[in-house]
């Protein structure tokens, strides 16, 4: 769906034929909002059963783009239920820092992302999500009026709020473990780059960078390849993201990179036949919330 001021556009949409809008109170939802794009996944006990993706219009500030969000969730058939068994919903920004989890206060949560990014006390609220396997914690900031306004919309179901980066650090980390030498992990999002690096199943790095031209990803990889003492004809770069298989990015990429593999689809949700048209190596920050607690 195109709104008639172009605000959103519809870019795929599929849905399960075993997806019942009469049994929400029985799934659960997972929300990635971006200013850019917006995904959306419905899970029946691990069951992917319904899913899109949404690329937005520009906006000029915060106030836009909640003003966008209301007519793509009015104009919705599900978004707009508010009784889901439980609600996860991700942000994407740069506002946010990690934190070891032996070392967060709930009350510094301020003073830690201070030290990475400015934060409007008067328009922002800042929020935290844990994840018992990961000793990290993530602390970011979101627009006050979006977090009050899904919490509206939701109240009646259990709702927490996550980071995209949080996602793709528990993603990453149950797919790390399997790996006896590590592989710098990759995630190619519209207009960023995430880069990853575990090591005995610990996080030691984690990064997303701005994308303005497409030497910027070789740059960026490369330094963060030499950071970590990677070889780049050897070491195994895994990538997720959106980039073909046989894109002029990636056979551009390999040609500095030359041990490169596309990421697989996560173990914990399950995919029926009708999701095949999905490229496996997509959308794994969004399946990844299933992770989070």
């Known amino acids: 769906m195109t709104s008639s001021a172009t605000k959103y556009k519809l870019i795929k949409k599929i849905k399960d034929e075993k997806f019942d809008a009469e049994k929400i109170g029985q799934y659960s939802l997972l929300v990635q909002l971006g200013v850019r794009d917006t995904q959306v996944a419905v899970l029946d006990d691990g069951n992917l059963v319904f899913f ?75 929020l935290h999500c844990t994840n018992s396997d990961l000793e990290s914690i993530t602390i970011f900031a979101m627009p006050v009026f979006v977090y009050e306004w899904l919490g509206t919309i939701y109240r009646n179901s259990h709702l927490t709020f996550h980071h995209q980066a949080a996602s793709l650090i528990a993603g990453v980390r149950e797919i790390a473990a399997k790996d006896k030498q590590p592989p710098l992990f990759i995630y190619v999002d519209r207009f960023k780059l995430h880069v990853l690096f575990f090591q005995d199943g610990r996080l030691v790095y984690y990064n997303q960078f701005l994308i303005k031209q497409f030497a910027d990803y070789v740059r960026y990889i490369m330094l963060v390849m030499k950071s970590m003492n990677m070889d780049q004809q050897t070491s195994k770069v895994v990538l997720w993201g959106y980039i073909g298989k046989n894109s002029p990015h990636y056979v551009e990429f390999a040609r500095y990179v030359r041990n490169v593999v596309f990421g697989e689809r996560p173990r914990h949700i399950q995919f029926s036949y009708f999701f095949d048209e999905l490229q496996e190596h997509h959308f794994f920050d969004l399946y990844s919330m299933n992770l989070l607690d």
């Not at 058939?77 to 439980?86: C, D, F, S, T």
């Not at 032996?102 to 609220?125: D, G, I, K, M, Q």
Request: net charge negative; glycine share 2%.
């Open 52 to 126: 899109e993706d949404f690329v937005l219009g520009e906006v000029r500030d915060s106030q836009e783009w909640l003003e966008v969000l209301q007519e793509l969730f009015d104009a919705h058939e599900v978004l707009n239920a508010g009784y889901w068994k439980r609600v996860k919903i991700s942000l994407k920004n740069n506002k946010y820092t990690q934190v070891p989890e032996a070392l967060f206060l709930e009350s510094a949560r301020h003073e830690y992302l201070a030290v990475t990014c400015r934060v409007n006390p008067e328009e922002e609220v800042v």
